[in-house]
């Protein structure tokens, strides 16, 4: 399809328990980003991918955050014993090619709450 | 990459148009700028980009100055559906693709 699915729309943790969002790019895009925006700021770069290979993941929090892009399957984030502080909207989105002057599209996001 | 400086916001009458600056002295020659809005929660929408030349679409016109130093998204006839907030971002064509997101410009189109 012609838009980045990210599944599910809401989740809600309780502290300290685990959250796994999903995000299946545009059919074709190697690339793939995911970013991290808390409370409408700032948007906080994580990690990338190209086809299933972790491209850029400089801004990934490593102690509790891991990421995958599987052939034939979503990409996934997941984060281990979530903090209140993880409460955010997570997006991810696809490039046809990374280095090649294309728009990046994004998804509409996953709002994770942590309670 | 190169930081950018917009207007934190700006409002604008419907019907007309929204000029929106962003400021990026610090831009090398093979970096490009990106627009992208977002509109309530929703995810950042690809507006235009550009290197050195003008560029239009269907959605909006992006001026460049001749040093490159600076650039104005026009959107021709603003509507309240425009009201959103506004990325510009400068961003380098090298190993690293990720787009750097800065403070963006809170535009208000009024009834």
């Known amino acids: 399809g012609e838009e980045v699915a990210q599944t599910p729309k809401h989740l809600v943790r309780g502290e300290g328990q685990k959250a796994k969002l999903y995000c299946a790019p545009i059919?074709?895009?190697?690339?793939v980003f995911w970013y991290q925006q808390v409370l409408k700021n700032e948007f906080k770069f994580l990690i990338s991918f190209q086809n299933e290979n972790v491209f850029d993941e400089t801004g990934m929090p490593k102690e509790r955050f891991s990421a995958k892009c599987l052939p034939n399957s979503p990409c996934s984030l997941e984060i281990q014993a979530t903090k209140l502080e993880d409460s955010a909207v997570y997006f991810c989105?696809?490039?046809?090619?990374?280095?090649?002057?294309?728009?990046?599209?994004f998804g509409s996001g996953t709002r994770l709450t942590v309670v | 990459d190169a930081k950018t400086t917009q207007p934190t916001s700006m409002d604008c009458a419907e019907g007309r148009a929204a000029n929106l600056p962003c400021n990026h002295s610090?831009?090398?020659?093979?970096?490009?700028v990106y627009w992208y809005r977002q509109i309530h929660s929703q995810g950042p929408q690809y507006i235009i980009h550009?290197?050195?030349n003008n560029e239009t679409n269907e959605m909006a016109s992006l001026i460049i100055t001749e040093d490159r130093k600076s650039s104005t998204l026009i959107l021709p006839h603003a509507t309240l559906r425009d009201t959103a907030v506004y990325y510009c971002i400068v961003r380098v064509m090298d190993s690293s693709y990720k787009l750097i997101f800065g403070s963006g410009t809170r535009l208000l189109v009024r009834p």
């Open positions: 059919k074709g895009h190697s690339y």
């Open positions: 550009g290197l050195k």
């Open positions: 610090t831009i090398s020659g093979n970096e490009y």
């Open positions: 989105a696809s490039s046809l090619a990374g280095g090649g002057a294309d728009g990046y599209t």
